[in-house]
């Protein structure tokens, strides 16, 4: 936890670690919930980030190797929404639109069965269909390389299964 007085409370929780490696995808899970249908929101801040400045949440995750992700990339202007197997990501949809450094950002990934709906700031921003990964999964937080990311208002609705 870092004090931020921009934050919920004054503080949020931050990836800080400047280690440049392109392929490192630090995770902080949340163990208490494991969901297949779900709906995930979270407030995020770019800090810095020389290689990256992206940050964003995962659901379905069956271990760290294993999982979906929707993140927001500053340095890109894109938001991308992947599927990691075995550790290799795969794009499943992106959009590019602005993304500005140390500005809050909303994240919402809405996932009913093998449909993924993504929004950033309130717009929706697309829908895709994966079948991949159909079990309950564990939800995090998740960053990429040397990004210095912070993360407040983490938002969990347990949806309906069919």
Do not use: C
């Amino acid at each position: 936890m870092v004090r931020d007085e921009t934050a919920s409370g004054e503080r949020a929780i931050e990836q800080s670690s400047a280690d440049s490696t392109d392929y490192r995808f630090p995770l902080a899970i949340y163990k208490p919930v494991s969901a297949s249908n779900v709906a995930v929101s979270i407030r995020f801040k770019a800090i810095a980030g020389r290689n990256d400045r992206a940050g964003g949440l995962i659901i379905r995750a069956l271990d760290p190797e294993r999982y979906y992700v929707l993140r927001a990339n500053a340095l890109e202007n894109n938001v991308r929404f992947y599927r990691v197997m075995n550790s290799s990501r795969e794009l499943i949809e992106s959009t590019n639109l602005k993304v500005p450094s140390n500005e809050w950002h909303t994240l919402v990934l809405r996932a009913e069965a093998d449909r993924f709906t993504a929004s950033f700031n309130g717009q929706q921003l697309f829908t895709a269909t994966d079948r991949t990964i159909t079990r309950a999964g564990r939800i995090g937080l998740w960053t990429k390389s040397d990004s210095v990311i912070r993360f407040d208002r983490m938002a969990i609705q347990l949806l309906p299964t069919s």
